[in-house]
């Protein structure tokens, strides 16, 4: 038997082509929800090019013939934009028929009476609870049977004889298939390469699937602009951005692990040290925590400056280690010789970035989509670093599963050219870990 989905707004701003992934049941889209839709379509924000492209493709389904009567979905269900009777649902006490989220719960209910299996898909949760509370099914969007605990993590414990772990160290090298009993590695997967005798004895590698084994990390001895790696976490994370033949690096972690520092640092590494790329190119998603200030006055640079101001915090505190130094320069120079460039990410579509080493921090604000349109601007030579706390959302429409950066890492952990880090135990300060944990 089939089933009928009903479709809220922000299911169709977050995914437009969530009408098309239904398999062969009906979905329904309630006309107060294209009303709703129409308030978006002259946007210029993701929400607003989401709005105008699900418009796009219902009017190419229109000529298939009437919204009202449905129409054919290439899965074998159909499309069906209407509307509904008030006077079936004014019995229920309790809905209040002037909110839109209610007419909307006022539509799975009417089908529902006629006999329809109905499921409402909404990403709002209070929604959700009160279609519960209706007696109508209700689900996420994209929802996924695994917590945010089991989404890829990069690295994972190999347990080896002595021997092994002896042959490691002497070969640098360590082949997977003599260990066929566990469970497929992916490509750049990070090892805690451990004696099972003696979990005290361990070696930290990489997973390379070109060579087949395991491989040891990349050891800068110097450090990297200053900075060397406090912990195993972050040895991992070095390793992967100092890697020529990664070209997508992932770093997740809490505030405090040192993700987006390490990525910078490793990209003024690789950029003015060893001239692998052109610039190192810093960006983050404009989205604010908290109350709004409004309109900031001032030109462009003056505008973004508050946004901007984390990155510049961390580009401080390197180039403040590299002071000492009879050759430094500043930030400044390296931005005035093109070298170094920091901007949001407003700007990036239909650019494209060759020969660039590219940080995008906090992109757990990011949506799928938005992930996708930053990571396919990149040319050939670029390198693209996403760093973010996948538990720290400020996008009103985004989870800790369903963001662009759990998403890309889960998508793409099998590719060769990419490389995934977490990062748990915080750095910055006694006192910053000690309020990430108890507050």
Known sequence: MSKTFVLDTNVLLFDPNSILKFSDNDVHIPLIVVEELDRFKKDQSENGRNARLFSRIVDKLREKGSLGEGVPLDGGGKLFISVTDDKEIKSNVGIDLSINDNLILKHALSLKNTGKDVTLISKDINLRLKSDACGVKSEDYESTNVTFDELYKGQRVVNVDQANLDEFNENRFYAIQDNAGEEALYPNEYIYLTNKDNEHQRKLGRYCKKKGGIVPLINKRDGIWGI????????????????????????????????????????????????????????????????????????????????????????????????????????????????????????????????????????????????????????????????????????????????????????????????????????????????????
């Open 228 to 439: 060397f790696p406090k912990n195993q976490e972050q040895q991992f994370a070095m390793d992967a951005l100092l890697n020529d033949e990664v070209n997508l690096v992932s770093l997740v972690g809490k505030a405090g692990t040192g993700k987006t520092l390490l990525a910078i640092a490793a990209g003024l590494e690789a950029t003015i040290n060893q001239q692998t790329y052109t610039r190192v190119l810093v960006s983050r998603p404009i989205i604010p925590m908290g109350r709004d200030l409004g309109f900031l006055p001032g030109d462009i640079n003056e505008k973004l400056g508050p946004w901007m101001q984390p990155i510049f915090d961390n580009i401080d505190f390197l180039f403040g280690n590299k002071r000492g130094e009879r050759d430094s320069v500043s930030w400044e120079e390296l931005i005035n010789q093109g070298l170094l460039h920091v901007e949001p990410l407003t700007y990036i579509r239909g650019r494209s970035l060759p020969g660039q080493y590219m940080i995008v921090d906090e992109a757990q604000n990011l949506s799928p989509h938005e992930i996708k349109t930053i990571i396919t601007r990149a040319g050939e030579g670029t390198k693209i670093v996403l760093t973010g706390d996948c538990e720290q959302i400020d996008s009103p429409y985004l989870d800790s599963i369903n963001n662009g950066l759990s998403h890309c890492i889960e998508r793409l952990k099998d590719e060769e050219i990419v490389s995934h880090a977490f990062m748990k135990s915080g750095e910055r300060s006694l006192l910053s870990e000690i309020a990430s944990l108890k507050l």
